[in-house]
């Protein structure tokens, strides 16, 4: 892997960690405080499951830390891109870092010392801070012993070297550094006799009672303040940090040395993330290629288009923009009717919130179902929602205590004397910029029978009453997880008849119960059983009697593989479904899904043979989950295989 990229994949790796804290970890510590004592599935009470995480936790971070500065750090300097510590500043650099900290970071410093009159501040989740140890006393006699320096979020955690004052072609130094440098300067007459770096993570969850409140939206509104200031989950400190320090931080945060991690680098791990961007090294970033398109979207109308057969777009390998240009041209086509979408991550700069917004000034009739509780999107989703109905969209939140997670759009275009509908239907979310590292499908369709569904699935999340039969397609919370079970038992039926029998699933995680014995079952009948789970699975294959014909495999490359796609061999003729849904329960039970078969030829030897195989053919990016739930990387002599890489020849232009 490239070096920069490496730093990047560690500092996403360090992102989803403290996501894991925010709302895994507190959600745990929620249930222990609430005096919870009932086990899960795997029979381990919350407090149990709380000491394994940070058994696991502790070692994760242990190796986050030794990678970066025993290989990815060290590789940087023989790139000549370093990071210099305070003892390794030039004369100049000296100066240049004392007129930086004058002019950039002390006027904007508020340090606090801790008395009386003084409280320990209110530490924002996630921010760095410094807790400092002093001797002496203040122009007023005062002698606490102790003071906070909250850093400011506005600066970047790495600061560059001019280019004249480097002795690299890359020099940086941490804030951090600096502020140690100068910390003195901020408490004149006093010695400042430790300063070190804290960070804490605090619980992020939001709950909103639906069923109490009248508007979701402004309910929403007025939980955000607090994420900030949550329940303290946990709190990071350098490894040189003094007990007499720690123990005060703990006691003061209502912590235990559980929730301590020591860490021999900056606390913030994840605030490098910009450093791959700021230098320009394309040698230590993949090669840059441009998506594809296919042949027949090219500047051409994209309904006739559309007409003459469905469309499978494979991002990223494949452009995004056809999907951008579907929402645009409907909302300039003066014989497009209305225009009906989901909206579950889109991000603060829509493309396609714009095309929305002029649609619904365009006297259009415009729905967007908007999913307010996509987790750490909710601010945007307000402020998009916002935009939405200024404009004169109408705007709905989805069913109470089911979150909207399904991606479809819906067009309806008067056509000579009939309407004609109009879908896409996706596996990811409608998000320009994450399409570009996700690899999810889109098809574009107008099949009467999937857009007359589609328009069944928007119905049920407008209006009241009950759902109609779906003709094609399956949704959750209603036929979705029978519908599979019921496929995955007509196969283990085909197996018990000596018959040849087959299933293949790509998902992002498989932790639903039923879904799991189902798939056990059907290898204890016979049926041969690969799966493709990027994340988590619950299901342990290779276990003699019940699990010997399933396979199991992660592929993590260069994009995050989200693709949710399932065959069944059904006989020799194959069923093949995409859906934005995971084989969890609250995928299956507790959210809005769609899933779609798909029935074109053409295509559906496209997922069978790109989106299954190739990736079940991988051998330089899987890795292979034994009967005891460990991974091993997948080695051997064979002709390496890249499932990613193979993708990115066949569809991308360049």
Sequence with gaps: MPLLERLRFLCIASTNLDEFFEVRVAGLKQQVAAGAVQAGPDNLSPQEVLNRISVAAHEFVDEQYCLLNDHILL?????DICFLKRDQWSKAQNKWVRDYFENELQPILSPIGLDPAHPFPRILNKSLNFIVSLKGKDAFGRDSGMAVVQ????????IPFPEELSEHSHDFTFLSSILHAHVEDLFPGMKVTGCYQFRLTRNSDLFVDEEEVDDLLRALE???????????????????CPDKMIDFLLKHFKLNKQDLYQVNGPVNLNRL???PDLVNRPDLKYPSFTPGIPNGLKQRNLFATIREGDILLHHPFQSFTPVIDFVRQAAMDQNVLAI?????RTGPDSVLVDALVEAARSNKEVTVVIELRAR???????????????AGAHVVYGVVGYKTHAKMILVVRREGKKLQRYVHLGTGNYHDRTARVYTDYGLLSCNKDIGEDVHKMFMQLTSLGR????????QSPFSLQSGLIERIEREAEAACQGKPAHIMVKINALT?????????????????????????????????GISENIHVRSIVGRFLEHTRCFYFLNGGEPEVFCASADWMGRNLLKRVEECYPVENPEIKTRVIEQGLKLYLEDNTQAWVLDSEGNYTRLSGDAPPISAQQTLLQLLAEA
Excluded: W
Excluded at 75 to 79: P, W
Excluded at 151 to 158: I, M, N
Excluded at 340 to 344: F, G, M, P, S, V
Excluded at 526 to 541: A, E, H, N, Q, V
């Design 512 to 544: 639903e119960l039923k879904m799991i014995h189902a798939l056990y079952k059907a290898s204890m009948a016979g049926t041969k059983i690969d799966l493709i789970i990027r994340g988590i699975s619950c299901l342990k294959p290779g276990v003699p």
């Design 151 to 158: 850093a400011p979020r506005s600066l970047p955690r790495f």
């Design 222 to 240: 007025g939980e955000l303040p607090g994420r900030r200031y949550g329940d303290s989950v946990r709190l990071e400190v350098p490894d040189n």
């Design 340 to 344: 009906k979408q989901t909206l579950y």
């Design 376 to 390: 750490f999107d909710e601010e945007a989703n307000i402020r998009l929602a916002n935009r939405l109905q200024e």
């Design 467 to 474: 759902g109609a039969k779906l003709k094609k397609m399956l």
């Design 273 to 275: 993330l910009p450093l």
């Design 75 to 79: 590789a940087l300097e023989q790139e």
